[in-house]
């Protein structure tokens, strides 16, 4: 059974299975990953370029890694701004942060043009406060984005922000409108459609057992060989496991959810009656927005970690948190508790040190492309993925071949054990931290000092 997600889009399209690559084949660029990043990527050289050949192979079926399986939170890169300034500078930060509510647009754009009924819903981001604690916490970079004239926050009453939310669990909230829900599997698979459509060759069932630098590249697969100019690997979290040059890039941990049963008259009496996604202000923090077809999804990340990047049997089953999820959905709302749960799942996220996606030249070959670590809010930036590697892919000089994000990783992680054993370590102190704040006791010293290790790079798995 596949997740929630992609399941639902799978029963509501029935459409076939394209058939593995049998035999050698001859393109001018070969994507290597079937989700958000490599499809996007796609749609985008064909864009440019109708005439191009571009091939798509895909270890099992378009959508079935973290595209498919994701909270369904198109967010932009507003909350990253103090990351995006350090590491880039004023200027590139103020343009990415541009940029990435851009995308939200663009893709609902291009849904509405092409067909794809993904459940895409406009209807902005709220983020709040959930104990004392939090309160203030988003102030700061609302301020900054103030003085630079993006910000598209704004507070609301908290009587507002209790309804939009539907939940008086909520103590402050900063509303954006830049913000969307979908549904995330119906997404991916209209993506796949629209990229035969234009005439993508796609191979799924088809996993790259090696890879050759050359002119042209050979792209190996256990039935045939892909001979292309030009090469793009958007395979995320699996990358780490593929090219061992990247196990301390990432470290692969899970964002985890739950879904009720349809129960619309219920959400329409606690006020959840949009698209609005809620976040509040934890490291880890819980998320949630309510579906078209009436469901409420809440997911939470940083929970289960892999050693040395693995990915785990765990990430493609039934999500461990479930009573723990279920628990939350509760205390957030009550009139929901007794509600049943059509579903619980999990899935891997390549969370990079700075938060950020990284892109760049593999080995620093001229012809083959990468770009992964979107951290697990990818839904709205994975369409920025797709801007940088098809430029990068057709060698043009513009602003995104040139913005220091193609630079590759901006920091490694420790080695195993290390980074395993710290990973816990961090995730466990924040656990108490947060369970602290929420009794109203101060949390102990070296909690803090611990949980700042992950709160440097800003909320993770949302998206």
């Not at 049998?22 to 370029?49: F, H, N, P, S």
């Not at 202000?281 to 040395?308: E, P």
């Not at 043009?396 to 395993?420: A, Q």
């Amino acid at each position: 059974m596949r997740p929630f997600w992609l399941q639902q889009a799978l029963d509501s399209a029935q459409e076939a299975v394209c058939p593995p690559l049998q035999g050698d084949t001859r393109c001018d660029v070969c994507i290597v990953g079937g989700g958000y990043t490599g499809l996007w990527t796609a749609l985008m050289l064909k864009e440019a370029v109708p005439a191009l050949d571009v091939v798509l192979i895909e270890a099992d079926i378009c959508g079935a890694g973290a595209s498919g399986r994701n909270g369904g939170c198109a967010l932009s890169w507003s909350a990253k701004y103090f990351t995006l300034e350090r590491l880039f500078g004023g200027a590139e930060a103020v343009r990415l942060v541009r940029e990435s509510e851009r995308s939200i647009t663009d893709i609902g754009v291009f849904c509405a043009a092409n067909g794809i009924d993904c459940d895409f819903r406009l209807d902005g981001t709220l983020y709040t406060a959930t104990n004392a604690a939090q309160v203030g916490a988003t102030d700061a970079v609302i301020a900054a984005l103030e003085h630079k004239g993006i910000n598209s926050f704004r507070r609301l009453p908290l009587e507002q922000v209790q309804r939009l939310a539907g939940s008086a669990r909520h103590l402050e909230g900063w509303f954006s409108p830049a913000a969307a829900t979908v549904q995330p599997g119906k997404l991916v698979r209209g993506l796949r459609r629209v990229a035969l459509q234009r005439g993508v060759r796609l191979y799924e069932g088809t996993a790259m057992t090696g890879l050759e630098h050359g002119a042209p590249v050979q792209v190996r697969t256990a039935h045939g060989t892909l001979r292309a100019d030009r090469v793009v690997l958007g395979l995320n979290a699996w990358m780490a496991r593929v090219f061992p040059q990247f196990e301390r890039s990432v470290a692969i941990v899970s964002s985890d959810m739950v879904i009720t049963e349809p129960c619309p008259e219920l959400l329409r009496q606690i006020g959840l009656d949009s698209g609005i996604s809620v976040l509040d202000s934890r490291i880890f923090v819980h998320y949630y927005h309510n579906t078209s077809d009436g469901r409420l999804m809440l997911g939470k990340g940083g929970n289960t970690f892999a050693y040395g990047g693995r990915i785990l049997p765990v990430f493609d089953q039934p999500s461990p948190y479930r009573r723990l999820l279920r628990e939350s959905l509760g205390g957030f709302f009550p009139a929901l508790a007794e509600v049943p749960l059509a579903a619980s799942w999990n899935g891997p996220s390549d969370r990079s040190v700075t938060g950020l996606p990284f892109f760049g030249r593999l080995d620093g070959q001229g012809n083959v492309f990468y770009g992964f670590g979107y951290s697990g809010s990818g839904v709205g930036p994975c369409h920025m993925g797709g801007q940088i590697l098809s430029s990068l892919a057709l060698g043009l000089d513009n602003p995104w071949t040139r913005s220091p994000l193609v630079k590759g990783p901006l920091g490694l992680f420790p080695p195993e054990p290390i980074r395993y054993l710290g990973s816990l370590m961090v995730r466990n102190a924040i656990r108490r931290k947060e369970q602290a704040e929420d009794r109203g006791v101060r949390p102990r010293r070296l909690d803090v000092r611990l949980a700042r290790f992950a709160a440097a790079a800003g909320k993770a798995d949302k998206g």
